[in-house]
């Protein structure tokens, strides 16, 4: 081959090395350095090997014995696969708790094979650190169990090995069972086994892993999950359904179907029932909490309630989900500036709402209704310090127009402001324009959650105003507001339909096996548009026949969402298409859950 310099044709030379002056430096630099290798070796030879052994030998042993490697790359083999994971009865016993996730010395966790008395740091580190000063059981050297008493894991005591000496790490002279965790070791008090009460076929004494006590004093990875997301595994939980996670909107935030929220106990000034309801719907798997400076028998009261249920609750902050609203006010009887969506209003109801709650920030602040006395800008600017300065993640929009929402985003858009994710209607059986119609267009623009309330119709859906008005209802301790939207299902001219609607919901709710709320709450989130919908109760019964709804929510299909809207019969009136000159396509069927 040629190439070409300067317009002539030169034959291209198949190396350079020959006359290149810096390929013949290169060359002279490694043959230097070779030689200085070869004399080092030899001096090294001479002074530690023995006299039959010389650094050529050595050399030839290794090139003679491939590495693994090379071994696994001459026969065209694969590297071997990593280790399976350790079986479940090691990760389910929580004596094993720690050793599930250790280091890959060992098959099941990381040797401490080190002869007893040894104090060194490697001993140290493979200990856990603090039992080095004391000799704890090694729970790699554990019996595998084999047998089973009433299909429950067991450990036969008799093979246990002896703890040599007892284990500094919970005291003195306690001796403790200790596993190496990724920050410290769990240890395990013998003395709080449990007494064993069975025996297996050779007589021998066996322990019941699943009734051994939680290692304590380990922050190493830990087999269970949170209390929220394992709340089925709970005692008493037994035969609920799996609680269900949705994305906010567009946003990252993550909440449960369904919520709780504190409206309907607003007049209940009883701290104890509220403890007891938020901790059983946290138990089954919520983790929205809803209030407003608004609620309660008294202004403000509904957030202290929930303030000093949450504390008591005793979870991570990062567990919970927490929102509350802000407009009418946290006083009976305010001046001017105590309500409404002013910068004045906002801040100064901002920092009641999370003194009363007991927390530092909530997840959302919500703007609790429009309002038309002030600036749009003005109430954009000051929810968006709020966020900017940390006394909330989020923000959202309550009751608010599809042409009020659009006009926030495009304020947001123009000066640059962090724009709500969510917006909070009212969505029911009965009430459906708003998500299904007016938002339509805004849940594909802008991205925007919906978490409704009212998805059983303030309690008309669950059947209990039949037969009349009961003492303890909405419609009879409720405030005007209420009782105005009640009285449009329930009222003397529209009681006998409701109730002839409510006889045929009870028939599809029978043949799914289900109640009547649990069908209207089921059928609120068979809706994809729906994030969450937020319930209320008065006893912990309520909550969990709420949940049981989740039961029936995949049993939902479209030809029976197709039946409800039949029985139902307000379908919401589409806005007309141009282009095809006829009315859109409904929403709802489009944005069912799939099959």
Not at 299 to 326: P, S
Not at 405 to 419: M, P
Request: charged letters at 20%.
């Amino acid at each position: 081959s040629t190439q070409s310099t300067w317009g002539k044709s030169l034959p291209v030379k198949a190396s350079m090395s020959t006359f290149s002056p810096s390929r013949r430096i290169k060359d002279q630099v490694i043959d230097g350095a070779k030689a200085k290798y070869r004399d080092e070796r030899n001096v090294y030879a001479a002074n530690f090997l023995p006299e039959n052994v010389t650094p050529q030998s050595q050399t030839e042993a290794r090139s003679r014995t491939p590495s693994p490697v090379q071994a696994r790359v001459n026969t065209g083999l694969r590297p071997s696969p990593p280790p399976p994971a350790p079986p479940s009865w090691q990760v389910e016993a929580s004596l094993l708790e720690g050793v599930a996730n250790s280091s890959n010395n060992s098959r099941y966790g990381t040797a401490s094979r080190v002869p007893v008395g040894t104090d060194s740091p490697q001993r140290e580190q493979e200990t856990g650190g603090s039992h080095s000063r004391g000799n704890s059981l090694d729970l790699n050297s554990l019996p595998r169990p084999v047998e089973s008493n009433a299909g429950q894991p067991s450990l036969n005591l008799g093979a246990l090995p002896r703890p040599v000496e007892a284990s500094n790490a919970r005291g003195p002279g306690q001796t403790t069972l200790s596993g190496v965790g990724q920050s410290g070791p769990a240890s395990l008090n013998l003395g709080s086994l449990p007494n064993p009460g069975q025996q297996n076929a050779a007589g021998q004494p066996t322990l019941n892993l699943n009734s051994l006590p939680q290692p304590a004093g380990q922050s190493g990875p830990q087999v269970a999950q949170s209390q929220n997301q394992a709340g089925n595994a709970a005692a008493g939980n037994q035969g609920f359904p799996k609680m269900e996670y949705r994305r906010v909107g567009n946003s990252g935030l993550k909440v449960s179907v369904l919520s709780y929220g504190t409206w309907i106990t607003t007049n209940v000034n009883n701290q104890a029932l509220t403890n007891q309801l938020v901790k059983r719907a946290w138990e089954l798997g919520v983790n929205y909490f809803e209030s407003a400076q608004s609620y309660g028998g008294q202004k403000g009261q509904a957030e202290t309630l929930l303030g000093n249920a949450l504390k008591n609750l005793n979870v991570a902050r990062e567990e919970l989900v927490v929102a509350t609203k802000i407009y009418y006010g946290s006083t009976e009887k305010g001046g001017v500036n105590s309500r409404g969506l002013s910068r004045k209003h906002i801040i100064e109801s901002a920092e009641g709402c999370l003194k009363r709650l007991q927390l530092d920030y909530v997840d959302i602040f919500f703007c609790h209704r429009y309002d038309p006395t002030c600036p749009l800008e003005e109430s954009v600017r000051a929810m968006n310090w709020l966020v900017e300065n940390g006394k909330c993640l989020y923000w959202g929009t309550s009751e608010f127009t599809a042409d009020e929402i659009r006009k926030t985003h495009v304020l947001c858009e123009r000066y640059n402001l962090i724009k709500p994710i969510v917006e909070e209607p009212m969505y029911n059986m009965l009430v459906r324009d708003k998500v299904e119609v007016e938002y339509e267009d805004l849940l594909t623009e802008y991205g925007i959650g919906n978490i409704v309330w009212m998805p059983l119709a303030g309690g008309v859906l669950s059947g209990k105003y039949r037969e009349g008005v009961p003492p303890t209802s909405r419609m009879a301790t409720g405030n005007e507001a209420t009782k105005a939207i009640l009285r449009g299902w329930i009222g003397p001219d529209s009681l006998a339909n409701t109730n002839k609607i409510l006889n045929q919901l009870e028939q599809v709710a029978q043949s799914l096996g289900a109640t009547l709320p649990q069908l209207g709450l089921a059928w609120v989130i068979y809706n994809k548009d729906v994030n969450s919908a937020i319930f209320g109760a008065t006893s912990t019964a309520q909550i969990e026949e709420n949940i049981r709804a989740l039961n029936i929510l995949h049993k939902l299909t479209p030809e029976i969402d197709a039946q409800i809207n039949t029985i139902l019969g307000n379908q919401p009136k589409t806005l007309m298409d141009y282009m095809k000159y006829r009315p859109k396509d409904p929403r709802r069927p489009q944005a069912i859950l799939p099959k």
